[in-house]
């Protein structure tokens, strides 16, 4: 999963592979596509990232997950700091000038800085791992903070817009105009800089809440900029600018709640972006042996996907023959599926003759559902899988 920073501040979902024919038990198909060559990062967690990302047994697994955690703990212990030492300089300000949109502002910014206690708690309750009562472990913990900070979020919107309407109810005289407009100046570069961040270190571990918080904190600092509009409006003689641009800093914070609840509902429902479902249905046919994927889901669990599907393999393997294909493609899957935790994968057998058409002794079920072949093709027909596990 490459660490470099997308444009949108979404998770990385692509890989650039270069392109090479492989055989597969002399049926001609050619599958373009090199393991080779993948971006993991720069610095220290580059470093491991690359050293260690072609081993996957359990131990190395767990190591990884921690470490993610571990670094997104680190990420928002810097941000809280950065975000509060901005937010206590805007009330020495508010306190000496009476701004209501810097007010508005602050409030704001201490309610961001308060988001990352709850995503520190998830972070810290996932490194405990797995467990006799949750066996899938505390991933899920993530989402519950994310309910939780989108919750902050509204009830800041809900004081900052309380606050601007009762100035424009009873005016207040403000002064210090310029102290104002460099708080302003602050607070935009503060959470930039914190919004940078996180999106960086949230890209590197694949944490979609972390993202979503450092998205969280961009629209905060361009928000600081209104403040900057208002102090301007009062030195031009209209000093209800100030009270107005609180009030649109409430509406620009209520618009990042509907996203944030949006993207929180969608993960709690088991949503999955559907170019991640496509790598999943993808990653397994980089391996020899695997003829098909088809009934394939997948779902996030904290900043971790977790993947169910089917693959096809010639029926004349044996079973420690096809547990090996099942080994390769969940290692071609943890190195083509951004965030990949783990898979259950079936293997169905292939006959390639009429025979594969006959229903087998062994207990069959009936899927409605796309398939992937090697050559790259989707088939909606409904698929009939044979219940030969891994």
């Known amino acids: 999963m490459s660490s470099a ?55 190395e697994k767990v190591d990884s997950a921690m470490m993610s955690n571990d670094r997104g703990i680190w990420a ?34 201490f309610g961001d800085a308060a988001t990352a206690i709850p995503l520190w708690i998830a972070f810290a ?59 302003a100046i602050i607070g935009f570069i503060g959470n930039e800089a914190v919004a940078i961040f996180r999106i960086r270190i949230g890209q590197q571990i694949g944490s979609a809440a972390l993202i979503a918080d450092g998205q969280h904190s961009r629209v905060d600092g361009f928000t600081s900029l209104a403040v900057l509009i208002g102090a301007i409006g009062v030195a031009i003689g209209l000093p209800i600018l100030d009270p107005l641009i609180g009030l649109a800093i409430t509406v620009a914070i209520l618009f990042i709640v509907k996203d944030a609840a949006r993207a929180i509902v969608i993960r709690m429902l088991d949503g999955i972006e559907p170019e ?47 547990h090996a294909i099942v080994d390769r493609v969940q290692q071609a899957m943890a190195e083509h599926v951004p965030a990949f935790g783990e898979a259950h994968i079936h293997v169905c057998p292939c006959t390639h003759s009429e025979e594969s058409e006959r229903t087998s002794p062994l207990t069959t079920t009936a899927r409605s559902g796309a398939s992937i072949t090697r050559r790259g093709a989707r088939q909606d027909a409904p698929v009939a899988t044979f219940g030969v596990a891994d």
Do not use: M
Not at 137 to 151: F, H, M, P, Q, S
């Open 125 to 183: 309750l996932q490194r405990r791992g797995e467990t006799r009562r949750f066996t899938y472990g505390y991933g899920r913990t993530e989402d519950l903070a994310g309910v939780i900070i989108v919750a902050l979020i509204f009830f800041s919107a809900c004081v900052a817009g309380y606050e601007s309407i009762r100035k424009l109810i009873d005016p207040q005289p403000v002064s210090h105009l310029g102290w104002v407009a460099a708080a």
């Open 5 to 59: 920073e997308q444009p949108n501040g979404k998770l990385p979902t692509e890989h650039d592979h270069g392109h090479h024919a492989h055989d597969h038990h002399g049926h001609g198909h050619h599958h373009g596509h090199e393991h080779g060559d993948h971006d993991h990062g720069s610095g220290i967690w580059g470093w491991f990232r690359q050293t260690f990302a072609h081993s996957h047994d359990v131990h």
């Open 276 to 322: 991640i479902l496509a790598q999943v249905e993808h990653a397994p046919l980089h391996v020899d042996g695997v003829e098909e994927v088809h009934a394939a889901r997948a779902r996030w669990h904290g900043h971790r996907v977790y993947a169910d599907l089917h693959v096809t393999v010639d029926r004349r393997l044996s079973v420690a023959e096809s």
């Open 76 to 109: 928002l212990k810097i941000s809280l700091a950065g975000l509060g030492i901005t937010a206590i300089f805007q009330v020495v300000i508010v306190i000496f000038s009476g701004s209501t949109a810097l007010l508005a502002d602050t409030i704001h910014n």
